[in-house]
């Protein structure tokens, strides 16, 4: 039962352009969304994060926005660079029964950027 | 450098052979998670404990793998017997749980193959 998903397995983009990476979820408990960042041969990284009270959380070039209507979340990156190219995971957060955080993961999108 | 370290890199294996996998988080941090990433199923969460007490092994086929934390400064996650279908890379995380939001420090993975 995948409570994250990422239903786009990969995405090419031109530099300079936007990149749009999607999540939908189904947990409504929970209340963090974050994205990961993984290059190969290395672990994932933090990139940015939003509480599940705001709507829109922006970080330099990094935009994630969250819809909780529809529990959808998308990051937004503009403008794509080469360097952006890795495995982007998209991660939610819950309490678990000691009240601490418990991170669920999707399956990940590879994006491209096209020089 | 405040890192999580783990070992082995790389282990290639035969079927039917132990498998343990090392984890040193980072210092002061009270919660490590495992996980394994796989294409199909992304990053999956196998266990995690909190000041060294296992609070969640769901994840984890239980007849072959196991999870301990013998003290702070190391984790452990053990397959025995190992099968090709456990193939895949192990990832360890560290977070200080008063702090987390989600945002996880990972090490930078033990890839097993099993053949």
């Known amino acids: 039962d995948q409570q994250v998903k990422q239903n786009s397995p990969s995405l090419s983009v031109q530099e300079g352009r936007i990149s749009i990476l999607n999540c939908d979820y189904t947990n409504s408990m929970f209340d963090y969304f974050l994205w990961y960042k993984k290059y190969p041969a290395e672990g994932p990284t933090f990139l940015i994060s939003?509480?599940?009270?705001?709507d829109k959380n922006e970080d330099g070039r990094f935009t994630v926005f969250l819809n909780k209507s529809a529990k959808h979340l998308s990051l937004h990156i503009v403008p794509s660079q080469p360097g952006d190219s890795a495995v982007y995971f998209c991660?939610?957060?819950?309490?678990?029964?000691?009240?601490?955080?418990?991170?669920?993961f999707g399956i990940g999108t590879k994006l491209q950027v096209i020089p | 450098d405040a890192r999580v370290t783990q070992t082995p890199r790389h282990k290639v294996t035969e079927m039917g052979q132990e498998v343990t996998m090392r984890c040193q988080p980072i210092l002061g941090h009270n919660t490590v998670f495992w996980y394994r990433q796989t294409m199909m199923q992304g990053l999956e969460l196998l266990a995690y404990f909190r000041n060294r007490a296992p609070l969640d092994d769901s994840g984890m086929p239980k007849d072959r793998f196991s999870a301990e934390m013998p003290d702070a400064t190391l984790a452990t996650l053990k397959i025995q017997p190992s099968e090709p279908r456990d193939s895949a890379v192990y990832f360890c995380a560290s977070v200080l749980s008063s702090l987390n939001t989600g945002e996880l420090f990972f090490g930078e993975g033990s890839r097993l193959t099993v053949l």
């Open positions: 991660a939610a957060s819950s309490r678990d029964s000691g009240g601490y955080q418990k991170v669920t």
């Open positions: 939003i509480s599940s009270i705001k």
